[in-house]
């Protein structure tokens, strides 16, 4: 089976780091994929980790350690147009298993 | 540009009814997903495709049904509707070939179950 737990929403200030946390426990494990969706729309990809590290694109990092069976994903000088849903994904061969995902609100 | 499409975009319909929903995509990908997302719960996997001919359930698929004629569709079929699948339903693909395997989502379809 498989569990995978992030926290349900988070808070943050304009021009603040955040960090939202992904721990999973699954059978079988070909990467994890961080995801983006705002209120209404359909998900779009933000980030992907197959081996342990840090991988940094532009204000959006990603963390992947395997051996702990946690991710997280770091989002530098927060925008109000960051306000949206993170959805973090285990890939298990070809297939995506997702998190309940995290709600951040940024405030001004 | 490649894309990937759903229809309807949103329905109304009542219990017991057959509905379909279609899923289009023009990328060429042999992946393809129907995943329904609910409030507290996520996108959870319903059914998958590998290729032609190739279906799989995923975590809740009672219910539920796909067929994969060709590459391009992935057609969801609730072969009699109840309240409890009213939902917001994503189609997704990917490309298996040499890729992360990053989904490409569809923009959605509301389905209301009266």
Redesign the interface.
Known sequence: GQNIDQPTEMTATEGAIVQINCTYQTSGFNGLFWYQQHAGEAPTFLSYNVLDGLEEKGRFSSFLSRSKGYSYLLLKELQMKDSASYLCAVRKVDKLIFGTGTRLQVFP | DAEITQSPRHKITETGRQVTLACHQTWNHN?M?W?RQDL??????IH?S?GVQDTNK??VSDGYSVSRSNTEDLPLTLESAASSQTSVY?CAS?D?RGS?????????SRLTVL
Request: no cysteine; aromatic share 28%; glycine share 24%.
């Open positions: 992946n997903f995943y507290g719960h996520g996108l959870r996997l998958y590998y995923g975590e994503f990917s298996r992360t395997g990053e989904l490409f989502f569809g923009e959605g």
